[in-house]
Nanobody, 124 residues
Framework: QVQLVNSGGGLVQPGGSLRLSCAVS????????MGWFRQAPGNEREFVAT????????LYADSVKGRFTISRDNAKNTVYLQMNSLRPADTAIYYC?????????????????WGQGTQVTVSS
């Protein structure tokens, strides 16, 4: 059974930074594409970023491009989301997800396992 544990959320002022982490256990992490999604109250879950199994391929939503960076450490079975220049519109619950293919994906339906989510609130 694959387990994903999110951490790193919190309250930050506009313009600030946070780094989210997602630790994965139960499978060979280095074989799987990973993604980050977010869901704000009243909204559908939306794609944020994805990374391939090797880490060589990444893709970002237009709304976060240039501000967020997805990365992974296959030795630590962990994927990260570095978030800079945060805006109130970034406020949401952030989820990491794992898919049983080496490529990443921007579609939530392509993912097989999900973390529990971590709250990010951007407010002054």
């Amino acid at each position: 059974q694959v387990q994903l544990v999110n951490s790193g959320g919190g309250l930050v002022q506009p313009g600030g930074s946070l780094r989210l982490s997602c630790a994965v256990s139960g499978r060979t992490f280095s074989n799987y594409g990973m993604g980050w999604f977010r869901q704000a109250p009243g909204n559908e879950r939306e794609f944020v970023a994805t990374i391939s199994a090797s880490g060589g391929g990444t893709l970002y939503a237009d709304s976060v491009k240039g501000r967020f960076t997805i990365s992974r450490d296959n030795a630590k079975n962990t994927v990260y989301l570095q978030m800079n220049s945060l805006r109130p519109a970034d406020t949401a619950i952030y989820y990491c997800a794992c898919r049983q293919f080496r490529s990443g994906s921007s579609r939530a339906s392509d993912y097989d396992y999900w973390g529990q989510g971590t709250q990010v609130t951007v407010s002054s």
